[in-house]
């Protein structure tokens, strides 16, 4: 057990937890603040939300986050508000008072992280005109109700505005918590800890020590193991105070310009980057998870996971993107298509960390489509994800590179039908070349999402949607939320 300390509604809290204790329990068992509901218990239905922000830093935005996933020793010096907090003086927050009047509530299970969510959307910006659908549909996009259909939860959000509410001074205060980091210098091999190193020396140092500590960042995954699997996370490492894995910087590789991205940027943090310059993996984002796991969500993390059918590794292989590797023998990087070997096994050693992804500039003429098939549009695990860049040269394309999620045991580049693609003009043929050879590229497998000739098939159908939208650039070939 550590001490963690934080604001929870205005008040200094400081409590002593386990490792693996999430916010969630931390809040229903510990301290008797019941509003924050559990329901999915893996991030999923948003009954749990809550919203977060640096409690030093008064001009820091809030983020929504699922309780139920996200470690309490997190928490640390963070000020948290939960449902018990909004109302102030007998006067309810706007949304909760809109969530009211337009009967935005039946069973009321989910209510309090609907309400949450639209709180932190009014905290963004209180007096913003009419807020947009798109605005709208991401705000509430990790929230499920099974009862009200969503109509009178949208009339809510659109209602706050009508509201006047005057926030409680702790709400905009600077509030420095007591300090309680804790390196594990003085903790033994055996003893359970949640260390927070704040320097990338302190990092891999921690991971020397501890080649079988778990490192976590978002724990949008790791934290399923033990609300899912019940198992115990007894030694944690958190990385997202580590400054090296938390910067966004421009630089470059070899002469090549582009970004380094630190291991724990989060979804939320790299979107503005990817709008400006890679709009169709900005959108991919979107389909990715909901607003709550986009903000605790890091790129490290999707890619150090391994997992075959993770939506990040096959665009980034597509961009040419390096990753870089840090451990007590130094620093090394390496083309990220070399860093997945087998199913959840990677080239990075039991002491190293990856410490950060660089992403090159686009090219003149670069082109990327970005593709992902699922059961649900939204907040759902990809089945096949293709990833497509190409320059476009008198009609004939050159620098192909094709990245595919879901096709084998890890991520994947398809070389054989980049092959086929590279100097050839945009012509049925080509195409027609380069689905035989996607067919040498991968062996699928079957499982739950997927047959393998369903996947093999829907791959070839990628293929084929890019040579339509190649041959016919000024006419949509597929609905706009698909399209990009």
Request: proline share 5%; hydrophobic share 40%; with cysteine.
């Amino acid at each position: 057990m550590t001490s963690v300390d934080f604001i929870l509604n205005g008040v200094v809290t400081q409590c002593e937890v386990s490792p693996d204790t999430s916010v969630l329990t931390l809040l229903r068992e510990q301290l008797g603040h019941t509003g924050t509901k559990e329901s999915c218990a893996s991030g999923d239905c948003g009954a749990c939300t809550v919203a977060m922000r640096d409690a030093a830093r008064p001009d820091a935005q809030f983020s929504s986050l699922n309780a139920c996933i996200t470690p309490a020793h997190q928490l640390q010096g963070q000020l948290l508000v939960t449902v018990e907090g909004l109302e102030q003086n007998d006067t309810l927050h706007p949304a909760q008072q809109s969530m009211i009047e337009c009967h935005a509530s039946q069973c009321g299970f989910c209510t309090p992280g609907i309400v949450m969510s639209l709180f932190t959307l009014h905290e963004e910006a209180p007096t913003r005109a009419p807020y947009s659908s798109d605005t709208l549909e991401a705000a509430l996009g990790g929230n499920l109700c099974r009862c009200t259909g969503y109509r009178p939860i949208l009339d809510a959000a659109l209602a706050m505005q009508s509201h006047a509410w005057q926030p409680p001074a702790w709400l905009g205060a600077s509030t420095q918590a007591t300090s309680s980091a804790d390196c594990a210098t003085h903790v033994t091999t055996q003893a359970p800890f949640f260390a927070r190193p704040e320097a990338l020396s302190e990092l891999v140092e921690l991971r020397r020590r501890f080649p079988d500590a778990r490192l976590v960042a978002g724990a949008t995954d790791l934290w399923l193991e033990t609300t899912q699997q019940l198992a115990e996370l007894d030694q944690l490492i958190d990385v997202t105070r580590v400054a090296e894995l938390r910067a966004l910087d421009e630089g470059s590789y070899q002469q090549q310009t582009g970004w380094w991205v630190g291991a724990a940027v989060t979804y939320t943090e790299l979107e503005p980057l990817l709008a400006r310059h890679f709009p169709a993996f900005a959108h991919l984002l979107e389909r990715l998870g909901s607003r709550q796991i986009r903000n605790r969500g890091t790129l490290g993390g999707n890619i150090a996971n391994a997992s075959p059918i993770g939506d990040t590794p096959p665009v980034l292989m597509a961009l040419g993107a390096r990753i870089e590797l840090a451990g007590p023998a130094g620093v090394r990087t390496l083309a990220l298509d070399e860093f997945f070997i087998d199913y959840k096994k990677t080239a990075l050693e039991r002491d190293e960390v990856l410490s950060r992804v660089f992403i090159p500039a686009p090219v003149e003429g670069a082109t990327l489509r970005v593709w992902k098939l699922s059961k649900r549009r939204e907040d759902d695990i990809s089945a096949v994800l293709g990833a497509f860049h190409y320059v476009i040269r008198e009609d004939v394309l050159t620098q192909v590179r094709l990245g595919f999620g879901g096709m084998a045991a890890v991520s994947k580049r398809a070389t054989r039908a980049e092959a086929a693609l590279e100097g050839q003009p945009i012509s049925k043929a080509s195409f027609q070349a380069a689905q035989r050879a996607l067919a040498e590229d991968f062996t699928p497998m079957s499982d739950v999402r997927g047959s393998r000739h369903y996947r093999e098939q829907a791959a070839a159908n990628l293929l084929e949607r890019l040579y339509l939208t190649l041959s016919a650039p000024h006419q949509e070939v597929m609905l706009h939320a698909y399209a990009h």
